[in-house]
């Protein structure tokens, strides 16, 4: 197990989001858009590209205020008290991103860490919903607490868990594959060069070491607690991987196991898909990951709350000042529930306890 999480040198946070980048195959439509479930004998639409077109190397786009409502939730005290014969209140985790003071900040603010940075919330339950590295400054501090974490809590009754984030893949990609062409469906693409396009920090590289790979490469891309789906991305593609929560988390696994280039970038390139749960179609985009594997709302992190709200960023690319962020998302028909509060565009990484105080 890890020491105690380092701190990394102070970075400022933009206020824009033009270093937020993201594939062109982000534009999802319909609720099974460029996904089969498991066993469907039709192949997924074909997608095109532009001429010299490199995933990950355009903006996300500017969206359109769907069927949303934000959610503010007042800061809790300390997790609420159990039966001594139950579990723990449960929480969820947005996207770090690399900013671990606003991480440690976050969770003292609810009660699961002292001010030393140690697990103080006896039976609570925490996931973490992935994308823990990449664009702040210190990812590495990030993982190494999340596996301190992890043991301090397990000796306390409770547990502290994470998902795969699609920055997980590319961090192991990048390590594994480094320049090595892959097959991107447009040409040559190389895993080095997405790892720098979305924000890759040469410290954390330099700091990565094995058992960091091997926690990460071990990590479940779906679960579902308390009636609740975790999911990183919100996408339907995770149907492409199984038909059952043991059969998704084990197809990952397998991929990652088998080291080949191609198809660790197929699994990136998937995991990166966003949108499938907004707008027109999108409730039932929900219901068809819900029917499959189980649970009656959705948790995700992966696209900013910002981006969901349409109110961030115009067409000519200018800043416009965008929303205050002050709690979880809550829309499709009030079967998702987005955490990412865009701690990477100057918003709030967001720490809450579920169910919604709505």
């Known amino acids: 197990m890890t020491q105690g ?4 040198p102070e970075v400022e946070r933009t206020a824009t989001l033009r270093d937020f980048r993201v594939p062109a195959y982000v534009h999802e439509t319909g609720p099974y858009a460029d996904s ?13 590209y532009p001429e010299g077109y490199t995933p990950t190397r355009r903006d996300l786009p500017v969206i359109n205020r769907g069927d949303t409502l934000q959610v503010s939730v007042d800061p809790a005290a300390g997790p609420a008290a159990q039966p001594d014969n139950g579990p723990g209140p449960l929480y969820v985790v947005g996207d770090v991103h690399g900013y671990l003071d606003q991480l440690l900040a976050a969770l003292q603010e ?53 998902l795969m984030g699609n920055h997980e893949l590319l961090l192991l990609g990048a390590k594994r594959f480094g320049d090595t062409p892959v097959n ?27 058992h960091h790979l091997q926690w990460m490469a071990r990590l479940d891309a779906v679960e579902e607690v308390d009636g609740y789906l975790l999911v990183h991305s919100d996408t339907t593609a995770y149907l492409d991987y ?12 397998e991929t990652l196991t088998r080291n080949d280039a191609d198809e660790c970038w197929d699994l990136f390139r998937k995991f990166t898909k966003r949108f499938s749960f907004r707008d027109e179609g999108g409730a039932d985009a929900v219901r068809s990951l819900l029917d499959t594997y189980g649970g009656t709302r959705i948790v995700h992190g992966h696209s900013p709350i910002p981006y969901l709200l349409g109110e961030v960023g115009s067409e000519d690319g200018e ?36 169910p919604l105080d709505t």
């Open 5 to 8: 999480a380092g701190q990394g």
């Open 36 to 48: 089969t479930r498991p066993g469907d004998t039709a192949p997924p639409a074909e997608e095109t």
């Open 110 to 162: 609810q009660g699961l860490i002292d001010s030393e940075g140690q697990w103080c919330a006896g039976t609570a339950r925490l996931w973490f919903l992935g994308d823990f590295t990449d664009r702040g400054p210190d990812g590495i501090g990030v993982i190494d607490l999340v596996m301190r974490l992890s043991a301090e809590a397990a000796a306390a009754g409770g547990y502290c868990k994470a």
């Open 184 to 210: 991107s469906g447009a040409g040559t693409a190389t895993f080095q060069a997405a790892w720098l396009l979305n924000g890759g920090q040469k410290t954390d590289m330099d700091r990565l070491q094995d």
């Open 242 to 253: 199984g038909d059952s929560i043991e059969a998704v988390n084990d197809t990952v696994r």
């Open 319 to 354: 800043d416009t000042g965008g929303p205050v962020i002050e709690g979880p998302h809550v829309y499709a028909e009030g079967l998702a529930i987005a955490m990412d509060g865009g701690v990477t565009m100057a918003g709030k990484l967001l720490v809450r306890q579920l």
